[in-house]
Structures are given as structure tokens and as C-alpha cells.
């Protein structure tokens, strides 16, 4: 899965942590994100998982994507404390 993580005015947020996650609670990938908030994270195969990303000044987000075997796009906001 790819996608981008971008703060809540639309800009990229370089250096997020994206980790994606079992239902379980189990690790199973972990990106950072690019300059330009790109990021790439594979899944272990079909499925609902759940991706969390997080970045300094940002309050973390935890979203649950649905992988069914076809590549998945799942960008990211995140918000600033307060926001």
C-alpha cells in the first residue's frame, strides 16, 4: 500500500512514522515518509489491518484499510494538537 501523509493544510509532513498493524496489535510493516510525505508499506496479503501514522507536532491518526489483492492508495492527514 502507498499513499501520502500530508498535515491538515495540505502539505507533505516528511519523517512520518507509518506502521501497519494486525487487528491483533502485531507490527507487521513500518515506512517513513519521503520529503514529499510519499510513503510505501507492504501487507501480508488480503485482509483489514490498520495503518498509524505519526510525526513530531502532529497528533498521531490510526485508520483501518481493507487490502483485497489489488494495490491500495491511502493517504494520510494529520492534524496539529489543538487542531
Known amino acids: 500500500m502507498r499513499g501520502s ?39 501480508p496479503g488480503a485482509g483489514s489491518y490498520v495503518l498509524i501514522a505519526a510525526a513530531d507536532g502532529h497528533q498521531p491518526q490510526a485508520s483501518t484499510v481493507v487490502v483485497n489483492g489489488e494495490p491500495v492508495a491511502h493517504d494520510i492527514a494529520l492534524a496539529h494538537p489543538g487542531d
Open 5 to 43: 501523509v500530508r498535515g491538515a493544510d495540505g502539505t507533505p509532513v516528511p519523517q512520518a512514522a507509518v506502521t501497519l498493524i494486525s487487528p491483533g496489535g502485531r507490527r507487521l510493516g513500518r515506512s517513513v515518509a519521503r520529503a514529499d510525505g510519499a510513503y510505501a508499506v507492504d501487507a
